[in-house]
């Protein structure tokens, strides 16, 4: 490739853009801080004269993660050139942020940047007034421009602009190639090879799959690429809502049995509903699990981990011979959103229009660009991207479309008893026909 050459990160022109859970958060602490890793003081700020400070809600926890080095380069770089504005940020990981998020809004105290999902689950926030339109500071500095077309639709509503997404990702399986080696297990083409690839590699003492099942979103997001193939195709959740389909349908029902499959298989780790997502990945960036099923938004912190060189990537294969697995689980990042009562509109609008016209630009410097939301510039390979990165970006050239994840599609009511329905499954073994009556009774229950 050629320097400077404009390398797309969009997955196929055809495509349909969708969400992922979740949010490229990896880790599980919190609290607010400086960049530099110092505690906020607002109260400090206000004696300042002409001080503002700016609270900056995120879903990058982890300090060791790239995501975290990019947002802290951009945030630091904006104080040191703008003195009199302190970003303070409150660092959470998805579940936490989700649950904080849904306590402020409801005394209406949400943070002047905070982080939405796109599509359904952050329709009600639009609908109570709760964000503020973003199309004025998407016409400065060309911002708009910087985005991959059709990205910015899953967080319109009534032609306003109410998010920014920091990524746009598929689901992919990562593997250790030398762990596979080790037990002598090939790539499964097919799902049922996946299931007796984990038999062999337990068999030899190691951890076949790392989940980071605290984290709920995480086994849905598994478990719906599963239907995405029993389905043989997109949309099955889209001909729920249209009652065309209910989740007694045997694709629904499949896809339960088989997640079972691998449960029994002891295809994931023991306690794996105690990993959050930064205890989760760590078992597969240290190599003790051999595959790890996650948004491609984790290339970058596998890369800068000690197992760098010796991950693959490969496409989730058929269930039962059926599906596409040229048809992925999609995974726009989470949304950057400012709120409609921030004390510093205007401020929090000039920061955020910076954060993100730096963004892709801050994450090619510091090796996170596979999979950001917006169009980055520069040579992959001669910055010195891995041969991961590179074959993960051949992945989004054959995407054929895919389904959204499951609490992008649904209501709130409904996506919490399915995130807890799928959850207990890695905790004990369900008859398949009671799990989708569950699913149905409460998507009844909520759409009354």
Known sequence: MKTNRLVHLALAGTMVFGLAACGGGTGSTN????PNGAAGDASKDKDKQGAVTITFQNIYPDPTAPNNKVMKKIVADYMAAHPNIKIELDSLNTDQQKMKLKTQAASKEVPDITIVNPSAQMKPFVDAGLLAPLNDMLDQNGLKDTFQKGILDYYTFNNNVYALPDGNNIGVVYYNKELFSQAGVEVPKTFEDMVEAAKKLKAKGIIPMAIPEKDTWTGSFLFMNMVLRTNNGPNFLKDVQDKKKTFEDPAFVEAVSKLQDLVQA????EGAT???????ENLFKTGKAAMYYMGTWATGSIDDSSVKGKIGAFKFPTVGGKGNPDQFMLAPGSGFAISANSKHLKETKDFLNY???????????LHNAVGVAQKVEGDLKAAGYSDLAMQVMDLFKNVQGGDLAFDNTMNPGTAQVHLTSIQNLFVQKKDP???AKEHQAAFETNNK
């Open 31 to 34: 609290g607010s801080a400086s």
């Open 266 to 269: 002891g295809a994931f780790q």
């Open 274 to 280: 105690s990993f959050d997502l930064t205890a989760g």
């Open 355 to 365: 954060f993100m016209v730096s963004f892709p630009k801050v994450s090619f410097e």
């Open 433 to 435: 026909k009671d799990v």
